[in-house]
């Protein structure tokens, strides 16, 4: 046999066989053995073909595992989805209360509620535990004061832990008390602050602690998006965020299981608006 027509014979049935072994590869994903076997082979990794769920055991791709409910989300990002509960809605206070569950003396605009320098924090009369939340703030357009003087509020999870509200648009404090820290607690990964006088939100996945004994047996997580950017990342919180002294915070204190969500008066006119609530699973 002619020389170059023997190596193109070869060359024609290494390009076969690796075809071959590449539809081999592609029709792996669909299973072919019956659901209950598992393929195993000397040397290799099982498969993992099943997984333990609180609904039971499933096997991959099954169509019959429980699918998740529908949610009908807000018409635009940030409204509220349909399984939430509306807190505030620029109508009204009368989810809101001051700490003795008198009625709220924070001012009602348009579309938005306002701080007022001494009269208090205002919570909400519904209390939450582990919860998703969605608040809406704006610090003084008019700049006045500096560092923690500066636009300063907070949205207290539990009435308890605090997510720090403050203008911290080119206003230097200290970081782990700036807009977005968990405060005395957590610095936030970026500044994602916006000018004074802007609509801002914060989007708020928060785990509450469990006690046993008295005594913290999980601490508290929590993850935040500030203007839609990640400054939390599930982050534990070692502590309370109780303000001490200048260089001291308070510790974990035996609470419920659920508080209510509260908004800070620290002397600065700041405004809320569009807030919501999804509670969450432990
Ligand atoms: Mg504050």
């Not at 690796?18 to 539809?23: L, Y």
Request: net charge positive.
């Amino acid at each position: 046999m002619n020389r170059v027509v023997l190596i193109g014979i070869i060359c024609l049935a290494m390009l076969l066989g690796g075809c071959a072994s590449e539809q081999t590869a592609e029709t792996q994903d669909s299973p072919k053995v019956a659901p209950t076997a598992r393929v195993e082979k000397p040397g290799k990794q099982p498969k993992i073909m099943y997984v333990e769920t609180e609904s039971g055991r499933w096997m991959i791709h099954d169509i019959n595992r429980p699918a998740p409910p529908v949610v009908t989300p807000g018409k635009a990002c940030g409204d509220a989805p349909a399984d939430s509960i509306v807190l505030f809605d620029g109508s009204d206070l009368s989810k809101w209360a001051d700490r003795k569950g008198n009625r709220a003396k924070w001012v009602l605009g348009d579309g938005y509620m306002e701080s007022v320098k001494g009269s208090g924090p205002v919570q909400t009369k519904q209390k939450f535990g582990s919860c998703q939340l969605h608040v809406e703030f704006a610090t003084p357009e008019k700049v006045t004061g500096r560092g923690q003087g500066r636009g300063n509020s907070g949205v207290f999870l539990q009435g308890q832990y605090e997510v720090q509200v403050l203008d911290s648009y080119k206003n230097k404090t200290y970081p782990d008390g700036q807009c977005a820290a968990l405060y005395g607690r957590a610095v936030p990964l970026v500044n994602a602050s916006g000018k004074p006088g802007q609509w801002q939100s914060y989007d708020i996945i928060y785990h509450r602690p469990t006690f046993k004994d008295g005594k913290v047996d999980r601490k508290a997580t929590f993850t935040v998006l500030h203007n839609g950017v990640l400054v939390q990342d599930h982050v534990i919180l070692e502590g309370g965020t109780g303000w001490q002294g200048p260089h001291a915070i308070s510790q974990y204190e035996l609470h419920g299981d659920k508080g209510p969500i509260m908004l800070q008066d620290h002397g600065n006119p700041v405004q809320y608006r569009n807030i919501w609530i999804r509670e969450l699973k432990d």
